[in-house]
């Protein structure tokens, strides 16, 4: 089937009623959605031109061949803006960016860049990215750079100047892939509607979130025509969902979920085996999977690096599953610079001495996605149990 797609995809690109507008997006994806009723993803990480090499032979040497049809390339600030050079950012160029559109597309596989928004705008208190250049767009000012105690900085959803900048970033990323659909992030925001915030103290939470999602949207899909997806962790209930801190949303974040549109994709990620959840309280195993679903929201379930965990969820996945279950996306947080780590995992090879040092754990975390990755496409193979 993938050779097939290949084809149609270059006798399209050289018929002579295929116009410039035509051909990069529009016609290759249709294409692509015909020939991929179901989603086998997988979230790519540590990209920059550098490690170039590696993330080709992942995805055109290894992942292809397995059967991925999807590449989410969590870019972040790792892109060298022309729209913002005051942001100061390096990885990759245009030109690095297109190339890596490009070998997905020659191996069928559809490329999504995500960028992070919202939340993750530092790691621990020392502003990064826009906040570093920006530091009037934060949520949390009053919180000094040497407090230990916060995980992640965000920016601030009722900043009236904010926007216009992401927007720019979103817009060139689209343009630089060539994509016809944006992950915006969303996940772990646990500072929104801080009580020193000027604009957002006595705020509902879950009406501040919502405002980001839907002007996220509205320039994306309305605006741009391309798809959007998101984390889908802020949007769950914990009194209801019962998955922990980190899964779901305490701060009343998931009031929002009545208040955005429902052709949002939702990666609903969750990387622990039932048995964690169950001790916390769940009754059945991955119970967000059904609920998105029956919110409306197409879903495309996440899992990280524990292969029993993958095969767990994806089992839940199609029991009763509808026609707004996309597949599976396998998480990549530890694959290594470009990948290749995890290029290595699946060769079956000890890491490679020239891409730099190896942290132990996440090596490890490495190998286990490979495994998950194998144990989930065969799941995935197999008949529902």
């Not at 993803?41 to 550098?50: F, I, V």
């Not at 995805?59 to 972040?76: C, H, K, Q, R, T």
């Not at 780590?341 to 190896?358: Q, T």
């Amino acid at each position: 089937m993938r050779s097939v797609l290949v084809a149609v995809v270059v006798l399209l690109a050289l018929h002579p009623l295929a116009t410039a507008a035509e051909r990069p997006a529009k016609t290759w994806l249709e294409t692509w959605k015909a020939a991929n009723p179901q989603w086998r993803a997988y979230h790519l990480t540590h990209l920059s031109g550098e490690t170039m090499p590696a993330t080709k032979a992942l995805i055109a040497d290894v992942l292809a061949p397995m059967g991925i049809n999807v590449v989410i390339a969590e870019v972040d600030y790792a892109y060298q803006f022309a729209s913002h050079p005051e942001l100061e950012c390096g990885g990759l160029n245009k030109q690095q960016a297109r190339e890596l559109t490009d070998i997905c597309h020659q191996h069928g596989i559809r490329l999504i860049p995500l960028f992070e928004c919202l939340g993750h705008q530092s790691w621990g208190a020392k502003r990064t990215g826009l906040l570093k250049k920006y530091p009037q767009f934060d949520e949390t000012p009053s919180i000094p750079e040497d407090d230990k105690k916060i995980y992640c900085r965000e920016w601030c959803p009722s900043h009236p100047e904010v926007n216009k900048v992401v927007f720019d970033l979103l817009d060139e990323l689209i343009d630089a892939f060539d994509a016809d659909a944006v992950h915006v992030g969303m996940d772990e925001v646990f500072l929104i509607g801080d009580k020193n915030c000027p604009r957002c103290k006595n705020k509902d939470v879950g009406e501040l979130f919502a405002k980001c999602v839907n002007a996220l949207h509205d320039h994306l899909v309305a605006h741009k025509g391309v798809e959007m997806l998101m984390w889908g962790d802020r949007l769950l209930d914990a009194k209801q969902m019962k998955y922990g801190a980190w899964d779901e949303s305490s701060t009343g974040s998931h009031r929002a979920i009545d208040r955005v549109p429902k052709d949002i994709i939702i990666c609903d990620w969750h990387y622990s085996v039932p048995e964690v959840y169950r001790r916390i309280g769940q009754k059945e195993p991955y119970p967000s999977i059904r609920f998105f679903q029956e919110k409306g929201f197409r879903v495309l379930p996440a899992t990280y690096c524990i292969p029993e965990a993958g095969v767990a969820m994806i089992r839940a996945s199609r029991l009763g599953a509808t026609d707004k279950m996309l597949g599976i996306l396998f998480t990549g947080w530890s694959n290594g610079p470009g990948g290749q780590w995890l290029l290595d995992a699946l060769r079956g090879r000890s890491p490679n001495a020239a891409a730099g040092p190896v942290d132990a754990k996440e090596l490890e975390a490495a190998r286990g996605t490979a495994a998950t990755i194998k144990a989930g496409l065969a799941e995935i193979s197999s008949p529902v149990k």
